[in-house]
């Protein structure tokens, strides 16, 4: 059964103060790993996919990168407009479409 | 592009009651799905479908049923709605799956259902 841990819960930072989120997950034969970031009241919304060890991908001051063992979202200079939960999510080979998610990370930015 | 959309956005029932959550998009996507959103639990698939007509169960299938009999809608019926019912809903749908990687999905808005 795939499983994806999420750490911290929870994070506060100040804004400009750099920091990384972890993903990490235990599936049999990895075919995606997906960021998502969640705004209260909200639903999901698509970030990032990575597919493979040593890939990454960057959009403004987010970038996600992955290991055969988890994925971190490296958050830079952050504002408080990326205040949201970021959900990590994977599908695996036998998992049929069947994304897992996480239980999310949630981001607090102060001004 | 509309996208994803769901109704209602908010929902309360009485124990026992049924109901339909509807989903639609307008991206000519295949696949579709319905999660539920609990705190402490992350996103649960109930069931998906790869296509009209074709509909599988997911993680907590119990006390839901689906049909697809369009490629736009995806509607989410709840035959005896009970308190451990009670849940964030959200509609997902993407383009079709290669072989060897699984395209992102893009999440409706939710309905946020009460049952009493």
């Known amino acids: 059964e795939d499983q994806v841990t999420q750490s911290p819960e929870a994070l506060r930072l100040q804004e400009g103060e750099s920091s990384s989120l972890n993903c990490s997950y235990t599936?049999?034969?990895?075919?995606?790993l997906f960021w998502y970031r969640q705004d209260p009241g909200k639903g999901p919304e698509f970030l990032f996919t990575?597919?493979?060890a040593g890939e990454e991908k960057e959009k403004e001051r987010l970038k996600a990168t992955l290991t055969k063992k988890e994925s971190f979202l490296h958050i830079t200079a952050p504002k408080p407009e990326d205040s949201a939960t970021y959900l990590c999510a994977v599908v695996s080979g036998g998992s049929n479409y069947k994304l897992t998610f996480g239980k999310g990370t949630l981001l607090t930015v102060n001004p | 592009n509309a996208g994803v959309t769901q109704t209602p956005k908010f929902q309360v029932l009485k124990t026992g009651q049924s109901m339909t959550l509807q989903c639609a998009q307008d991206m000519n996507h295949e696949y579709m799905s319905w999660y539920r959103q609990d705190p402490g639990m992350g996103l649960r698939l109930i069931h998906y479908s790869v296509g009209a007509g074709i509909t599988d169960q997911g993680e907590v299938p119990n006390g839901y049923n689906v049909s697809r009999s369009t490629t736009e809608d995806f509607p989410l019926r709840l035959l005896s709605a009970a308190p451990s019912q009670t849940s964030v809903y959200f509609c997902?749908?993407?383009?079709?799956?290669?072989?060897?990687?699984?395209?992102?999905?893009?999440f409706g808005p939710g309905t946020r259902l009460t049952v009493l």
């Open positions: 997902a749908s993407s383009t079709p799956q290669t072989r060897f990687s699984y395209n992102e999905q893009f």
């Open positions: 599936v049999s034969g990895l075919r995606g």
């Open positions: 990575l597919y493979s």
